[in-house]
């Protein structure tokens, strides 16, 4: 008995952890629409992106900088939906496949292939606000509701 529940117990975790993936619309992208997968944030890259964000003199900067950071580690995919409900690469190389920040979402955003991935964030996502709610939204979803920092991660403080 105890070695089928183990079993179970198992299974049920690698089911819960295959659903982990959290799925963002980026806002004012309507043709295509553009969707983000993160993974969950672990509590070091919070506190990282909070120390960060403290020891900055322009603490504005250091919040959409710190957030932005935090959305480019936790990215799985990006990608755009025609309205078909299909996955379609974002890339100037279709063959390439589903993006992250990289270089091939970076050509298709019109900037340099080797910008930084902050930068491929910056640009998709238009404005600093929407960077923001984005990484509350995430930090909400990985399962820090009303945990002391998320203000000051949304930029709240």
Request: net charge negative; aromatic share 6%.
């Amino acid at each position: 008995m105890a070695a089928s529940a183990i079993g179970m117990l198992v299974e049920r975790r690698k089911a819960i952890a295959a659903k982990q993936g959290i799925v963002y619309g980026v806002p004012e992208w309507d043709e295509p629409r553009v969707f983000v997968r993160f993974r969950p944030l672990a509590h070091h890259e919070l506190k990282a992106a909070q120390g960060r964000i403290e020891r900055a003199k322009d603490k504005a900067a250091a919040e959409v900088d710190a957030n932005a950071g935090l959305l480019v580690k936790a990215c799985v995919e990006v990608w755009g939906d025609y309205g078909d409900g299909e996955k379609t690469p974002l890339s100037p190389k279709p063959e390439d496949g589903l993006t992250k920040f990289d270089g091939n979402l970076a050509q298709a955003l019109g900037l340099p292939a080797e910008s930084l991935a902050s930068n491929v964030l910056k640009t998709l996502f238009m404005r600093e606000g929407d960077i923001l709610s984005c990484a509350q939204y995430l930090a909400t979803q990985s399962g820090y509701r009303e945990a002391e920092g998320d203000e000051e991660l949304a930029g709240e403080s």
